[in-house]
């Protein structure tokens, strides 16, 4: 009885495991199926596109449509961020790669508060930015912590007593208006 087990679910991973290749290898995109576009702008990926995982000819062709998407003024810069983007250290990059993943695992109301203050900065005039950066690099790191950590407080604090009092004014105890009120008529003179 054992042998049998053992040789069903035996079979049964082996089933599993050659449904996922055929399964992967039907998601594979042609290379003759891309669009004229897509081919040019994937043409550095020619000779090796048919070895590519799927998934990687997949969000491969999803970037050669936003590609073909932008305008072209607009392609010179994206060339351009993406040369400066390479000229920088690898150590820079990573660290801007951590922050960004640090970024978007944040919830999405501290993600939009984020940009709203990054809007808010870029938007003042080039004189208030150097000072509020001179101002903040006067600061000894410890005092910006200390800082940081008071607003979080504060923060905190104004969402506890912004949750209180919703939930005081939904609590069944609180005294409720009355929701049978006269009405009043308009008035037919004016």
Known sequence: MNKICLL??????????????????????????????ERGVLKP??????K??????HRLQKGA?????????????????????????AERRNRI??????????????????????HWFRNLPKERKEKLR??????PLKKR????QKRRATIDRHRKKQFNRFNRRNHPAWPRVRQNRPSRQPRRDR
């Open 45 to 50: 990926y020619a000779d090796r596109w048919g």
């Open 97 to 118: 790669r951590s922050k960004f993943q640090h970024f978007q695992r944040l919830p999405r109301k501290k993600q939009d508060q984020l940009r709203r203050a990054r």
């Open 145 to 148: 912590s200390d800082w940081r």
């Open 8 to 37: 069903l679910i035996t079979a049964f991973v082996l089933f599993l495991t050659t449904s996922l290749e055929v399964s992967a290898q039907e998601n594979k995109i042609p290379w003759n199926q891309l669009s004229e576009t």
């Open 65 to 89: 449509r936003r590609w073909a998407s932008i305008p072209p003024d607009e392609r010179s810069n994206v060339k351009k961020r993406f040369r400066n983007w390479k000229k920088l250290p």
């Open 52 to 57: 590519l995982p799927s998934a990687q000819q």
């Open 134 to 139: 001179k101002q903040w690099q006067r600061i």
